[in-house]
């Protein structure tokens, strides 16, 4: 069942009888991306939330310098999307891009009242998602804060153990906040420890 995994997903936190479970899975949309297909801009509104079921997503902002920063990746099984403006309605602050061929499921946000109204525990659910989301974003601002390259580099392994060797040392640079060449000195230094 190609929905199995985000039902699974779900599982974690609610549970749905069979009726729930058809009513959720029809309120979603299907998307396949090719690598490198932009799924959002900044300036644009965010109209789904994203759950990754094939693939990789990066989530990303461009500094004045053409600078790329990444914030974050979404695997398999990871819920993404620009939270801020997704809730909101205002403008994207942030570029959403596949970095491997993808599929997605997207939840619109008008279906959002619907799902809140015929399943009520939807809105636990989309609670403990949201604070979850937002203690990681908080973990996430303080390494960059307190932690060296060579500890974020040490976390981001922790975190995207299935990462390292998927996708490119550009990528992984942005996220740490460092240069690929810097990068690529610090891996090297680390084989030798």
């Known amino acids: 069942m190609k929905y199995e995994l985000i039902l699974k997903n779900i599982s974690r936190f609610i549970d749905l009888n069979q009726e729930e479970q058809d009513l959720y899975i029809s309120l979603l949309k299907e998307k396949t991306l090719k690598k490198k297909e932009i799924l959002l801009r900044p300036g644009e509104i965010a109209r789904y939330d994203y759950f990754t079921t094939k693939g990789c997503l990066k989530i990303y902002t461009i500094d004045e310098n053409g600078t790329e920063h990444i914030a974050m990746f979404a695997i398999k099984d990871w819920w993404s999307g620009d939270l801020a403006s997704f809730i909101t309605q205002q403008p994207a602050k942030y570029f959403i891009q596949a970095i491997e061929d993808s599929e997605v499921l997207l939840m619109p946000k008008e279906n959002y009242d619907l799902l809140f109204e015929k399943i009520p525990k939807f809105e636990r659910f989309y609670r403990i998602l949201y604070q979850r989301s937002l203690v990681s974003h908080i973990q996430r601002s303080d390494q960059n804060i307190s932690l060296n390259a060579e500890d974020r580099y040490r976390e981001f392994l922790k975190k995207y153990p299935s990462l390292r060797n998927r996708i490119s040392q550009k990528n992984i640079a942005a996220y740490l906040g460092v240069t690929p ?11 030798l420890l």
């Open 181 to 191: 060449e810097f990068l690529s000195l610090l891996r090297k230094k680390m084989t």
